[in-house]
């Protein structure tokens, strides 16, 4: 059984298409084990608790700075003991011991065809924002593995997603989640549940 501990900031879409999967049998071989918000009053803890996962809130408002909370945080996490931690729209940088400690053992969405419109200032909206900006005709979503480098891990798995002449960013997001993120991340979960996933070479290989 695969313990994933799910963090998140905002509304949860991402965790919820992950409890319903599990629910529904789509994720197998998988125990919830608990949510980490960096936001006290975020739906996301709601839906966890409405689905019986633990749900706590660790901000960094509440710590002196980055280190104090960057200490603080990896500490709740190491109290689920997680085998897979999921970042399900976690918008705040994964301090450096904890992306050492759980090598190969976190796992990102991102909304867009990474390397575009990635990196530092590339989040939530602002993906699409940018997106459309530059009139690409073709967007999407991508699952991959957090190291060091902000979205520069191993790829897992990618869906593109037409953009549309009328799109504004919020119609766009919706049909990225839509369409690519609320699938890839419960198929991403899984595969690395029943150990369909392998990093060879810093890529990684379906087998
Ligand atoms: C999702 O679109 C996710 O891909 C994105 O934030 C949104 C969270 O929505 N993540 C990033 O931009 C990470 N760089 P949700 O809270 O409804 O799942």
Request: with cysteine; hydrophobic share 45%; aromatic share 6%.
């Amino acid at each position: 059984m695969l313990s994933v501990l799910v963090l998140v900031s905002g509304g949860g879409t991402n965790l919820q298409a992950i409890i319903d999967a599990v629910a529904a049998g789509k994720i197998t071989n998988t125990e919830l084990v608990g949510v980490i918000s960096n936001n006290k009053t975020v739906k996301s803890l709601e839906r966890a608790r409405n689905a019986g996962i633990p749900a706590i809130s660790v901000s960094p408002k509440d710590y002196a700075d980055r280190a104090e909370f960057n200490e603080a945080f990896l500490a709740k996490v190491d109290e689920f003991q997680p085998d897979l931690i999921v970042l399900a729209g976690f918008l705040v940088a994964i301090p450096q011991a904890m992306v050492q400690k759980y090598s190969n053992r976190i796992i990102n969405i991102h909304p867009s065809l990474i390397p575009s419109f990635c990196g530092v200032g590339y989040y939530g909206l602002k993906v699409h924002e940018k997106a459309l900006e530059r009139g690409v005709k073709i967007t999407g979503a991508t699952v991959h593995y957090v190291i060091e480098g902000m979205d520069e891990g191993p790829i897992i798995a990618q869906k593109a997603v037409a953009v549309l002449e009328d799109d504004t960013p919020e119609s766009l997001q919706l049909r990225v989640m839509e369409e690519a993120e609320w699938l890839l991340l419960p198929q991403a979960i899984d595969d690395i549940a029943n150990g369909r996933l392998q990093v060879v070479d810093g890529k990684v290989k379906h087998v």
